[in-house]
């Protein structure tokens, strides 16, 4: 079974997006539990998120957008916006707090590709499928030459890859499916894999104890056609990362 398709029939993951709450876990195969945020997911946009969205430029793909808090934030301030997710609940979700969402996993065809102007890995989606050179190579291909990533990372100096299961403190490790490939990554890590897929370091922050990173595809070209979006916004500084996030050389 793939990951996606793991992922979404995990059926503790659907319970808990369609109720606002947990417990739930990410459960690697030696009994490791990873908390998941779901109050935060299923709420709206909180003052962290939102300095994230104004790092974004043009037509934004959320990428693992769960139940949509920020595609329904960025669709709100009138922005061009598309959230994908392998999780029925999450579209669903999504779609009740007025984000455009679809059930697509990253790894499948999808609308516009080649001419996002930024695409959004949050909430641990650097992890998806378990191979972050893959899945770099992936969204350089969905963005338009120059485009832009903002990715959340882990808040330590961590490159793991694992088999995890999604698991509630009831359901144990027997009451999921089967397990899927998942990866964590700091920012050093995140920026290391990067450099050698041809991504440019832009910035890298932290606040309230969670850790951020933008990067460019290297090549911009002037000629590619933007999907139809919004003016670009101009907040892309450099801010000064926080002390609980480590920093990579640039």
Not at 125 to 153: K, M, Q, S, W, Y
Request: glycine share 12%; aromatic share 6%; charged share 25%.
């Amino acid at each position: 079974m793939s990951g996606s398709v793991a992922w979404a029939a995990a059926d503790p993951y659907a319970a808990a997006l369609r109720t606002g709450r947990g417990p739930l876990f990410l459960r690697r195969t030696d009994g490791w539990l990873l908390p998941l945020e779901v109050e935060r997911w299923c709420a709206r946009a909180d003052a962290v998120d939102l300095a994230v969205l104004d790092h974004c430029e043009g037509a934004v793909l959320d990428v693992g957008c769960g139940p949509g808090r920020l595609v329904a934030e960025l669709a709100a301030r009138g922005r061009t916006v598309l959230g994908i997710d392998v999780s029925d609940a999450a579209v669903e979700h999504a779609a009740e707090l007025g984000g455009p969402a679809l059930r697509r996993s990253v790894f499948e065809p999808l609308p516009d590709e080649g001419r996002w102007d930024t695409v959004l890995l949050m909430d641990g989606n650097i992890g998806i499928g378990g191979d972050p050179a893959a899945l770099l190579r992936r969204v350089a291909g969905l963005l338009r030459p120059g485009g832009l990533l903002v990715a959340e990372t882990v808040p330590v100096d961590v490159d793991e890859r694992a088999q995890v299961q999604v698991v509630d403190v009831a359901g144990g490790p027997d009451g999921t499916g089967a397990p899927f490939p998942w990866a964590r990554l700091g920012t050093p890590a995140l920026l290391r894999y990067a450099r050698r897929a041809g991504w440019r370091p832009v910035a890298q922050w932290g606040a309230g104890a969670r850790c951020f990173a933008s990067l460019r595809t290297r090549h911009a070209s002037s000629s590619a056609e933007p999907p139809k979006s919004t003016a670009v916004i101009s907040s892309q500084r450099v801010r000064k990362p926080s002390t609980d996030c480590p920093v990579a050389d640039r």
